[in-house]
């Protein structure tokens, strides 16, 4: 219906084993953070195989990268066609799966990305 989708971000990726920090805004999470705000808990060490699986099956996912050790996904919602990047790193040094998920344009979210993240986790189980 609608298509607020904004632009992909640039700083996306792994850099230095870290993950992109959250804008400050609260419609992001990440495992790497250390405000309350966005902190989440990492996912267990699974393989990016098993994420991919779980994401795939998900509605509104587009694969956008993956590797090895990183797996890249954008989310849609369907009404207004906001897209969330969610991006997921192995992290061997941590025994973990670390997880970032962005929305890309506004400020709240209403909880959607620490709820996706979540259900992601539960599904990992």
Known sequence: MFNFSGER???LGVKDGKLAACPGTPNCVNS????AQAKIDALPAVSIAEIK??????????IVEETGDYLYAEFKSKLMGYVDDVEFYRDEANNSV????ASRLGKSD??????RVEEI???LK
């Not at 699986?53 to 587009?62: C, K, P, Q, Y």
Request: net charge positive; glycine share 14%.
């Open 121 to 123: 986790r539960s599904k």
């Open 53 to 62: 699986g779980v994401v795939e099956g998900m509605e509104g996912t587009t």
């Open 98 to 101: 670390q997880v970032r998920s």
């Open 9 to 11: 971000p640039s700083n």
């Open 32 to 35: 790497q953070a250390t405000d």
């Open 110 to 115: 209403l909880g959607v990305n620490r709820k």
